[in-house]
């Protein structure tokens, strides 16, 4: 039989901790990069997301005022009202729809007010404080007299 010594067994072992703590920073670090890698991009997808969405709007708002144009001069060629009463009627309907808008984002807003749960925790508080008057409006009972010795 082949002995061992014991001092090569505490070596090997030593450089397997050493090995294995050495793949766990290298990993960290590879994590840390990629983490790194990762929140740069996040950043510049944010940004474009941030540029795309303001051009959108301009696009928007330019189709909308060249569409309200457009809608102007076709009323005003089909001689159906002058120039200037093309311009407010254009107008009118402009103010009309952004009022139709508001008056709905007013009432898509009023479930941010969290009514039920207000209502309800209003029911409890009115339940508790009847019980709190009604344990108070009871005569107190009366205390058992302990027989003289």
Do not use: C, Y
Not at 68 to 92: E, H
Not at 93 to 122: C, G, K, Q
């Amino acid at each position: 039989m082949k002995e061992t010594d014991p001092s090569q067994d505490e070596d090997g072992g030593h450089d397997r901790s050493q090995d294995i703590t050495q793949i766990l920073k290298t990993l960290a670090a590879d994590i840390a990069r990629l983490l790194a890698v990762e929140a740069r991009l996040f950043g510049h997808t944010v940004l474009m997301m941030i540029g795309l969405t303001v051009m959108i709007a301009l696009l928007l708002v330019g189709g909308w005022l060249f569409a309200g144009a457009s809608l102007v001069v076709a009323l005003a060629s089909l001689q159906a009202f002058s120039l200037t009463g093309a311009l407010l009627t254009v107008t009118l309907a402009h103010l009309v729809l952004a009022a139709l808008a508001f008056w709905r984002l007013r009432h898509i807003t009023r479930d941010l007010t969290f009514r039920e749960s207000r209502a309800s925790v209003n029911s409890l508080l009115v339940q508790a404080r009847s019980l709190v008057d009604a344990a108070e409006q009871q005569p107190p009972e009366a205390e058992p007299q302990r027989p003289d010795k």
